[in-house]
């Protein structure tokens, strides 16, 4: 193995991770606080099973984005349909906290903005790297909501 075999080519699937839990968030604070159903469709976009039934690795991914939001505590839901999506999903107080609070990043010389705001401008109009950025750090600071 050579060492350029062992560089690294780039984080291709927390740029999906992350650009899937900015659709949730959005999705589920668009209809707080009423409980709604998560399709991995409307997140990751159409999927085909294959000839074993099995989805492909990102339609995965992104089913596996939904339920790790619900094991940290960013939502909760009653239940999963099979790997189709989650039923009954609704912001934890946590997320809804951390999503309504003001943004400490926002320019002197603008208005304040909500957080929400800041995530709902990013996944439109950013790069990946930039939607990362903000979503790894709105998940850094949504500690102080705990």
């Known amino acids: 193995m050579t060492s350029n075999e062992l560089e690294p080519v780039g984080d291709l699937h927390i740029d999906d991770f992350c650009k899937d839990a900015a659709k949730i968030l959005i999705m589920l604070y668009r209809r707080f606080p009423t409980k709604t159903t998560l399709y991995v469709e409307d997140i990751s976009g159409p999927d085909e099973p294959d000839e074993f039934g099995l989805h492909s690795p ?21 239940h ?16 809804f906290s951390m999503l309504s609070s003001l943004d400490e990043q926002f320019d002197q010389n603008t208005p304040p903005i909500r957080r929400i705001d800041v995530l709902k401008n990013q996944l439109h109009k950013a790069t990946s790297e930039q ?6 750090r709105l998940f850094s600071l949504s500690r102080q909501y705990s």
């Open 80 to 95: 999963t349909m099979r790997q189709e999506g989650v039923e009954q999903a609704v912001l934890t107080h946590r997320s």
């Open 131 to 136: 939607l990362k950025e903000t979503v790894l």
């Open 58 to 78: 990102r339609y995965e991914a992104c089913f596996s984005a939904m339920i790790w939001l619900q094991e940290t505590d960013y939502l909760t839901f009653s």
